[in-house]
């Protein structure tokens, strides 16, 4: 039977936030990670945090925390790597990664993106959505499997940054999830996107 885990990713800077963690902020009365956790859970076995810095500051939730193993926050990867890693210390087969700052995330995400990965035959799956006549990717909501863990750490050991740039290489399925009324996969980046959050409750 295959073992599935969550990984949230939490790793970036919030930079346009002003810095700090945006998966903190209040929304709706709870925190922003507490919508992402609400929807995580049902879909995985267990889940951890990737976050860097400190961990004390979400020693509330009860999650292991893992950091980035690489340097100067190189982005998503790096977080999917610290995922797969400790995934592979549970003895896992997939992580199922979503983004911390992203509270609306479908709750059928992680069986569109199972079977878009088994019907493909490809080893990675990442959820999309269709805007405006295009096609686009949501890289950090997609299911890998461990086995792919050294590979990655090879490839952000000789400069790889692009999630889709290591992802192509091994092949991947993509799920589409309908965003006719709202975009699911809508993210907290700025204070007005929280205004926005607020008013998409």
Same mark, same amino acid.
């Given at each position: 039977?295959?073992?599935?885990?969550? #990984?949230?990713?939490?790793?970036?800077?919030?930079?346009?936030?002003?810095?700090?963690?945006?998966?903190?902020?209040?929304?709706?009365?709870?925190?922003?990670?507490?919508? +992402?956790?609400?929807?995580?859970?049902?879909?995985?076995? !267990?889940?951890?945090?990737?976050?860097?810095?400190?961990?004390?500051?979400?020693?509330?939730?009860?999650?292991?925390? +893992?950091?980035?193993? +690489?340097?100067?926050?190189?982005?998503?990867?790096?977080? #999917?790597?610290?995922?797969?890693?400790?995934?592979?210390?549970?003895?896992?087969?997939?992580?199922?990664? +979503?983004?911390?700052?992203?509270?609306?995330?479908?709750? !059928?995400?992680?069986?569109?993106?199972?079977?878009?990965?088994?019907?493909?035959?490809?080893?990675?799956?990442?959820?999309?959505?269709?805007?405006?006549?295009?096609?686009?990717?949501?890289?950090?909501?997609?299911?890998?499997?461990?086995?792919?863990?050294?590979?990655?750490?090879?490839?952000?050991?000789?400069?790889?940054?692009?999630?889709?740039?290591?992802?192509?290489?091994?092949?991947?399925?993509?799920?589409?999830?309908?965003?006719?009324?709202?975009?699911?996969?809508?993210?907290?980046?700025?204070?007005?996107?929280?205004?926005?959050?607020?008013?998409?409750?």
């Amino acid at each position: 039977m295959t073992k599935l885990l969550g #990984v949230i990713l939490a790793g970036g800077q919030a930079s346009r936030m002003g810095g700090g963690d945006k998966s903190l902020l209040p929304l709706a009365g709870r925190r922003v990670i507490d919508h +992402v956790l609400e929807r995580l859970r049902p879909q995985v076995s !267990d889940i951890a945090l990737n976050a860097n810095g400190d961990p004390s500051r979400f020693a509330g939730f009860k999650l292991p925390v +893992v950091a980035d193993s +690489v340097s100067e926050f190189p982005g998503p990867l790096a977080g #999917v790597l610290a995922g797969l890693d400790w995934a592979a210390e549970q003895e896992g087969d997939y992580i199922l990664t +979503v983004a911390a700052d992203t509270p609306f995330f479908p709750m !059928d995400l992680q069986s569109r993106l199972e079977n878009a990965r088994l019907t493909s035959g490809l080893p990675i799956a990442l959820a999309s959505t269709n805007g405006s006549g295009k096609i686009y990717r949501h890289p950090t909501f997609g299911l890998w499997p461990v086995s792919l863990r050294d590979d990655l750490r090879r490839a952000l050991a000789v400069g790889v940054r692009k999630v889709v740039l290591w992802s192509d290489k091994h092949g991947t399925a993509e799920a589409l999830f309908p965003s006719d009324n709202y975009d699911p996969f809508f993210n907290i980046n700025t204070p007005e996107d929280l205004v926005k959050a607020e008013a998409m409750q």
